[in-house]
């Protein structure tokens, strides 16, 4: 069975790769697209940090925090 999903997953690949060669795009936006979940998920994953320092800072008075020159 295993065998069996990786043969329909190459055969869905090489079906991209040719519907993407149908189209009147250049080719380095086939990887591009191709990896464009894995950016997402980076940009999510950077996003939500961003976001959590916020939270654990909020209501801090930032006029008080000492800066040392």
């Given at each position: 069975?295993?065998?069996?999903i ?17 189209l ?12 464009l ?33």
């Open positions: 069975m295993e065998i069996l990786q043969i329909e997953e190459l055969i869905m690949f090489l079906g991209c790769i040719y519907l993407f060669s149908r009147n795009i250049k080719w380095w936006w086939f990887p591009v697209l191709l990896l979940p894995d950016l997402a998920i980076f940009d999510f994953s950077f996003t939500c940090r961003v976001v959590f320092v916020k939270i654990l800072n909020f209501g801090k008075d930032e006029t008080k925090i000492n800066h040392h020159s």
